[in-house]
């Protein structure tokens, strides 16, 4: 398909200005077809870009720059017309000021390229809750990762029709080719200080520059599905999350649906695809990143995953941790920056079985495989945010309504992160605002997956509601906005608050692996089972000054190794010497960023906790 072949004048009219400007030798339109995937996908290969897993049916390996491996969020801008707009914990710069500077980049940076149309829908195409968009770029891997983990092609123009409305996104790697000049199969994009990754939210626009990797380039999920729709969330009484999808049954064949907001890198991905301990109990999947939450008719709050695929941390993943997800990338997977075996396989660290002979490593270099499956820090043979694009529908435990455009109703929101200490394994809110309150000062260490600069990882930082990178507007109006939609609703028909943590530590006690007092992953299921029980009322929870916590006995040990058994009782119980730090440093360092933006809510959910610490 050409240009001309657009009906819709506004597209046509904007596709036609980025021409002038990118400069590209050619325009394509996807069609979103197979034929036009594998057409790319060979174009890779070819240029030395991709290399085809002979282990993995139509899978393949891209290696990025070491520049180029996550998200930028310090190059990431929400460019709101006022600073204010953005808040605190946005970077910001002027809309016109960026414009300009951008458009200076993007003048002539797509020579030597082809640009391609992408049209796609964020959610099944033609349900009401889902949104469209444009995305631009001159990135072959681009196209193809949103063939997965978007709707692709014809389809959605056809939807689109002559005027729908749809967010533009432009995107450049930002390496223009001269007269001749290839690639060479090296992965294309531009220094970091040249990175832009910009959001204009009263346009709904995206212009993303520089990268080619993630959230940085596929600009339907963290820039429009999170960043974007966020802004829109607000304008029209609903909620764009950061968060899984997913549907539990219990032994009785009783089924009720969780979302949960972890930090990237935090668990989402495992959480939504567990295979549980507990007998009896199933869990299966709706998405594993991004929710779209909107109350309906009957009051209640419904979910929809607006993705079509995963765009999962590989390393870590194993038959062990989390099987389905293995199995959903055995084909038709694009895989990037993991390890290559010789005889065309990929490996990462913690597969669970260690390599043979040699390997490529992420950064291209060809080296022995070492004899355990653990490489020290720094010298990964997969780069600790290596990530698998895989279909949706390939997952051996996607739930039959992943795609129902009424989305499904939920019971219950979890908020976690990693905190090794404080942060009990569970508590509940007392109601929505105190569970509010608590998705407010949700802190984790910081992961490879949110930060190129490998000396931030480990760091703690709070992460409210883990969308603190992906808010398109101020974070103090984001919580004003949840206190609204809770204080609208129907109390018993909103869903119950919880706080997890499964990444508490006792680095002393050598029978923990990795030093976690949890085990986490499959056993995660006896916290869900207890969370299920909680939504039906059941008489498992103690009132204690942080919130509802477990009965004693009220969490299923059965079959849970001994050792674990005696760390249960500390994350069971509340720190109260940890908990009033905790007060200390919200109430000095965190809120008060916030100024007046800051909900008066949730500074009297602070001062009841403190007065029930000290009571
Ligand atoms: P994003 O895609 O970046 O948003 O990440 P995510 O939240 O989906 O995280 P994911 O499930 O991919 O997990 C990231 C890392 O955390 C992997 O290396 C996992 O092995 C590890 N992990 C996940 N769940 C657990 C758990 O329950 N306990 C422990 N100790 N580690 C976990
Ligand atoms: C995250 O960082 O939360 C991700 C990966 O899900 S990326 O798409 O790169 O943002
Ligand atoms: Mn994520």
Known sequence: MTINDIKHPKIKAWVEEVVKMCQPDDVYVCDGSQAEYDRLMKKCVDSGLATPLAKKP??????????DVARVENRTFISSKTQDAAGPTNNWINPDELKATMTGLYTGCMKGRTMYVIPFCMGPVGSSISKNGIELTDSEYVVLNMHIMTRV?????????????????????GKPLAEGETDGGIWPCADIENKYISHFPEERLIWSYGSGYGGNALLGKKCFALRIASVIARDEGWLAEHMLILKLTNPQGEVKYITGAFPSACGKTNLAMLIPTIPGWKVETIGDDIAWMKFGKD??????????GFFGVAPGTSAESNKNALISAEKNTIFTNCALTEDGDVWWEQIGYPAKGKLVDWKG???DALPKDTSPKGEEFAHPNARFTAPAA???????????????PISAILFGGRRPSTVPLVHQSRNWNHGVFLGSIVGSEITAASTIDASQVGKIRRDPFAILPFCG??????????????AKADQDKLPKIFYVN????????????????????????????????????????????????????????DGLADHYKKTLPAITSVDKEGWLKEVKDVRENHYPKFGSHLPKELVECLDDLEKRLNS
């Open 58 to 67: 139509n899978s393949f390996l891209f290696r990025s720059l070491p520049s």
């Open 153 to 173: 092609g014809t389809k959605v123009l056809d939807v689109l029709g002559t005027d729908g409305t749809f967010v533009p996104c432009l995107h450049s790697v």
């Open 299 to 308: 009051g209640r709050l419904y979910a929809i995953n607006p993705e079509a």
């Open 365 to 367: 270099n060809t080296r």
């Open 394 to 408: 390939q997952c051996p435990c996607i739930a039959p309504e992943w795609e129902n455009p009424e989305g499904v």
């Open 473 to 486: 507007y101020n974070m103090g109006d984001y919580f004003s906005h949840w206190i609204k939609l809770g």
């Open 502 to 557: 499964w990444f508490r530590k006792d680095d002393d006690n050598k029978n923990l692996p990795g030093g976690f007092m949890w085990p986490g992953y499959s056993d995660n299921s006896r916290v869900l089972a207890w969370i299920f029980d909680r939504c039906n009322g059941a008489d498992n929870a103690i009132d204690t000054p942080i919130g509802f916590m477990p009965k004693e006995g009220s969490i299923n040990t």
